[in-house]
């Protein structure tokens, strides 16, 4: 029997039905040696990187949907499929495999079937790489995106969503010592990029906590809050925590707060091994606002949770689990906790708010209905120069002064995640403003 395959149809079954994140699943195989394991999971990441084209190959080929009972044929037609044009296996065991692991999870017919598919498929595969189109969005998603990016720049994207990641740290300090001594790159911004294989817990200066694993672009957030030594700031949505430790390497008091306690727990783990303290507290964002009584903060890092579509490089099988409602409900959750954050800052204060969604109703949007809503908040423009001391990153700030990554920024390093940040200063309503704002509550009345 096939294991490796058998397991990859298991674990793409298990994120398409159930709906959970691969890097989720895949810790729970441990039936496979670790190079077994690895294959596995580039087969598995490869299929969700070309998934919207391998379906459309498949169309021409199977007529008939497949009952439900013959699902795990379907999937091993994606698999099959994906080797076939992506990989080098040779087709015949392409062909072998998947047919005796249907053979083994379905039936004999439906094992008949996957045969006379893939094989037609082994057939024109050379035909069919040429007709390969680079979509990599299914088309809810692409229609989304496209009304905020359009279609050059959709082109752009979706190309640079395919590229496999590197794996990214952020370290304490010395990024150019660390560079040289973990033969990794050093980006404009002080990440430094490694090769993306082996084990991470093994490289030097982990366990000694000198360093932690952050992408290039979720790091620059905390880098647009200067002069934070000593000052209150409150990690709203802290865990994992790879910000939260940003916060305390630059010298701030931090609260870490987070709804998850399991999650926190990870945070708690993280900050332990790097040897740095925080105030950790579980609980709700909107529980805490409504209970605080302090003074207010000098600033609040509003790490909003988000569709996570910006980590679409990483996790290429979001598209395919999550829908325009799933945008649209944590746009909504952003909107409530944003609301309240006003009421703990401090006048004269900075609300940082950032997510790693590529959707522009979890960033740009949601920021302008926030300052329409709140007129004594201003954007403070982030730079390019504040960011790496260069025009380097010039390319990743928008007309606003905000920061918006995509996929295909950095593209001599090898791309980003996408992520937006936006850099809001509390204010007090000027006459003018409290003037307009009584009108605008008048008109509403009378209407
Ligand atoms: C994008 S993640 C934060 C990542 C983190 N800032 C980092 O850099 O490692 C969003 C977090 O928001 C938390 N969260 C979701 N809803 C929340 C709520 N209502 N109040 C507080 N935290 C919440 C989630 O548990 C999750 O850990």
Redesign the pocket.
Known sequence: MNTIRQTAVEMLKNVLEDKNFFSEVKTEQSQLSAQDSAFANMLILTTFRHLVFIKKVLKKFVKKKLPASAINGQYALFLGTCEILYLNTPDYAVINSYVEVTKHMADKYVAGFVNAVLRNICKQKEELKKEETNEFFPPEFFHILNQDYGKKTMQKIQTAAMVEPKLDITVKNNAKHWAETLGGQLLPSDTIRLENNGKITALQGYANGDWWVQDFA?ALAVKALSDIKDKKVL??????????AQLINKGAKVTA????AA?LKKLQENLQRLHFNAEVVC????EYIKEYKEEGYDAVLL????S?TGTIRRHPELVHIKRLKDVEKQAE?QKE?LAQTPKILKEGGILLYC??SISKLEGEKQIAAFLEANPTFKIVPITSQELCGTDALNEIITDEGFIRTLPQHLANYGGTDSFFVARLKKGSLNVLQKKSRSNRKYQHHYR
């Open positions: 979720a990690d709203m949505c802290a865990a994992p925590g790879g910000k939260t707060l987070d709804i998850s999650r609980a709700d964002a909107l790490d909003a949770p988000c996570a959750l906790i997510t790693c």
